[in-house]
């Protein structure tokens, strides 16, 4: 069964996923290690991922691809046809700074389909980025959560622009899709409802007073 969930025509369901998601090759630069274990550098700088992996990504040759950003930056001018199909969507981590994607294409509704690949639930820089996304740079196409989404997340991530999630593998998708319904009236303004409870609210009904 599918484990991703979409909202279409404001609804949220289960379908299938139409996209192949393309990652990138190990790499042969020798791992960096602290303290007996291996670190991701990724708040010094340094390059986590290196020139052989974009080379040597192999990207299928039909049906819609969803690439990584690192390997879009790179070699984007091998998908322009992909890109006029609408066959070409990108994906990216939250260490990577969305302004970087927007210097390689200003115009971001080109791509049918951003996502967003969380590694631990606990990383909060998801919800920035879709806000960043959906606000500052005027994204209206499909936005989609991946990696570590689990169903407590999915109205806060609906909040901050997202409308599809593709759950965790080893968590159920039905049940995370009733979790889109655990608030009905969230108080702040956001994303998907930038008019706060407060301003919604109807002050001048009146109360039937008993003598």
């Given at each position: 069964m599918s484990n991703l969930i979409k909202y279409v025509s404001n609804t949220a369901s289960i379908i299938e996923d139409e996209w192949q998601k393309v990652t990138l090759p190990p790499s042969h630069e020798p791992e960096r290690k602290q303290a007996g274990k291996v670190v991701l550098f990724k708040l010094t700088g340094e390059k986590t991922v290196h020139a052989d992996q974009i080379a040597e990504?192999?990207?299928?040759?039909?049906?819609k691809i969803l690439i990584p950003l690192s390997v879009w930056l790179v070699r984007k001018d091998e998908f322009?046809?992909?890109?006029?199909a609408g066959e070409l969507g990108i994906w990216m981590e939250t260490h990577k700074l969305v302004e970087t994607?927007?210097?390689?294409?200003?115009?971001?509704?080109?791509?049918?389909?951003?996502?967003v690949h969380v590694e631990r639930f606990a990383?909060?820089?998801?919800?920035?980025?879709?806000?960043?996304?959906?606000?500052?740079?005027?994204?209206?196409?499909e936005l989609r959560a991946t990696g570590d989404v689990l169903r407590?997340?999915?109205?806060?991530?609906?909040?901050s622009g997202f409308d599809s999630f593709l759950i965790r593998a080893d968590r159920s998708a039905k049940d995370a899709l009733q979790s889109l319904?655990?608030?009905?009236?969230?108080?702040?303004?956001?994303?998907?409802n930038p008019v706060p409870l407060f301003k919604r609210?109807?002050?001048?009904?009146?109360?039937?007073?008993?003598?």
């Amino acid at each position: 069964m599918s484990n991703l969930i979409k909202y279409v025509s404001n609804t949220a369901s289960i379908i299938e996923d139409e996209w192949q998601k393309v990652t990138l090759p190990p790499s042969h630069e020798p791992e960096r290690k602290q303290a007996g274990k291996v670190v991701l550098f990724k708040l010094t700088g340094e390059k986590t991922v290196h020139a052989d992996q974009i080379a040597e990504t192999v990207i299928p040759a039909t049906g819609k691809i969803l690439i990584p950003l690192s390997v879009w930056l790179v070699r984007k001018d091998e998908f322009t046809d992909r890109l006029k199909a609408g066959e070409l969507g990108i994906w990216m981590e939250t260490h990577k700074l969305v302004e970087t994607l927007v210097e390689s294409q200003a115009d971001l509704n080109v791509f049918p389909l951003i996502a967003v690949h969380v590694e631990r639930f606990a990383d909060g820089r998801i919800f920035s980025i879709g806000t960043l996304l959906r606000t500052r740079y005027g994204y209206k196409n499909e936005l989609r959560a991946t990696g570590d989404v689990l169903r407590d997340q999915l109205f806060f991530l609906k909040r901050s622009g997202f409308d599809s999630f593709l759950i965790r593998a080893d968590r159920s998708a039905k049940d995370a899709l009733q979790s889109l319904k655990d608030f009905s009236e969230p108080y702040q303004g956001a994303v998907d409802n930038p008019v706060p409870l407060f301003k919604r609210y109807n002050r001048n009904a009146t109360m039937e007073l008993k003598p």
